[in-house]
């Protein structure tokens, strides 16, 4: 397992900006799948977006589709999650997790878990 911390959360005006990391620790994240996952109150963990660490290539969910992007920084061993046209229905904890192989949507796919970032969106 690799150990994730995230930070870069916090509360922000609808159609405002937030930049989430994530830092790994323990191992690299080469041959790693990188994925951010989100939870409001009451309800479901769900998939936000995950990139393949080594090829680079990236899925999101259909819900942040054009305004988030999942970036990497290589010699920081720290992946990103560039947040726009926030919407309150983006509010919720996320969280940074890590995988072993390819990427999945499923949280359950994901063994390494970060302890989650607060994200508030006010109307």
């Known amino acids: 397992q690799v150990q994730l911390v995230e930070s870069g959360g916090g509360l922000v005006q609808a159609g405002g900006s937030l930049r989430l990391s994530c830092a790994a620790s323990?191992?690299?994240?080469?041959?790693?799948?990188t994925g951010w996952f989100r939870q409001a109150p009451g309800k479901e963990r769900e998939f936000v977006a995950a990139?393949?660490?080594?090829?680079?290539?990236?899925y999101y969910a259909d819900s942040v589709k054009g305004r988030f992007t999942i970036s990497r920084d290589n010699a920081k061993n720290t992946v990103y999650l560039q947040m726009n046209s926030l919407k309150p229905e983006d509010t919720a904890v996320y969280y940074c997790?890590?995988?072993?192989?390819?990427?999945?949507?499923?949280?359950?796919?994901?063994?390494?878990w970060g302890q989650g970032t607060q994200v508030t969106v006010s109307s």
């Open positions: 997790a890590a995988r072993a192989g390819p990427v999945y949507t499923d949280r359950r796919r994901y063994d390494s």
């Open positions: 323990g191992r690299t994240f080469s041959s790693y799948a």
């Open positions: 990139m393949y660490w080594s090829a680079g290539t990236t």
